[in-house]
């Protein structure tokens, strides 16, 4: 089972500012990796697949890097809607299809 | 537009068992391989089991197998979750997801709350 682990748990960002939430997998999962962004009360909502690719109606101050073992998804200059829990997920060698723990942004 | 609906969530005691529906529309369920995933209380994502397009292979995390069976029916363009010898640790939202990118979940539903506790 491939193992994913984010980091920080929690990240205090001020608006504005740029927030770099970063994610491991135990082992290498090539470019298989996505985001997710949950709000509380609401489902989660895919960001990132493919470690780069933003998905549909997601906009361009998220962005994706990474690939192998070691990723990173940056929001540019976060606004409110912005402050949620992102979790990674790896869909290179399953099952079990594995996410990460979760990182939180909240307001600074 | 795509939209999922979870239904079947309830209070059941220990040993007890439960279905879950997910009824889909804004596509035809045939097409795509859909998922299962689960949130405990205050806990994170935890994917539970994945169906394939025509329903032929189906797919479990270790912790459920042997107590939970996947199914569908694509006439009713619906996706089930049977669950069965349930434990106080099954307690969690369980949301069903679809896979149109890779397996990613590219969209979810609501989620419907299994609560296991005598």
């Known amino acids: 089972e491939i193992v994913m682990t984010q980091s920080p748990a929690t990240l205090s960002v001020s608006p504005g500012e740029r927030a770099t939430l970063s994610c491991r997998a135990s082992q290498s999962v090539s470019s298989n990796l996505a985001w997710y962004q949950e709000k509380p009360g609401q489902a989660p909502r895919l960001v990132i697949y493919?470690?780069?690719t933003r998905a549909t109606g997601i906009p361009a101050r998220f962005s994706g890097s990474g690939s192998g073992t070691e990723f990173t998804l940056t929001i540019s200059s976060l606004q409110s809607e912005d402050f949620a829990v992102y979790y990674c997920?790896?869909?290179?060698?399953?099952?079990?299809?594995?996410f990460g723990g979760g990182t939180k942004v909240e307001i600074k | 537009e795509v939209q999922l609906l979870e239904s079947g969530g309830d209070l059941v005691q220990p040993g007890g068992s439960l279905r879950l529906s997910c009824a889909a529309s804004?596509?035809?369920?045939?097409?795509?391989?859909m998922s299962w995933v689960r949130q405990a209380p205050g806990k994170g994502l935890e994917w539970v089991s994945l169906?394939?397009?025509?329903?032929?292979?189906?797919f479990y995390v270790d912790s459920v197998k042997g107590r939970f069976t996947v199914s569908r029916d694509n006439s009713k363009n619906t996706l089930y979750l049977h669950m069965n010898s349930l434990r106080a640790d099954d307690t969690a939202v369980y949301y069903c997801?679809?896979?149109?990118?890779?397996?990613?979940?590219?969209?979810w539903g609501q989620g419907t709350l299994v609560t296991v506790s005598s």
């Open positions: 997920q790896q869909y290179s060698n399953w099952p079990p299809l594995t």
């Open positions: 997801a679809i896979h149109r990118v890779y397996y990613c979940f590219d969209h």
């Open positions: 804004g596509f035809n369920l045939i097409n795509y391989a």
């Open positions: 169906s394939s397009g025509g329903g032929d292979s189906t």
């Open positions: 493919g470690a780069s």
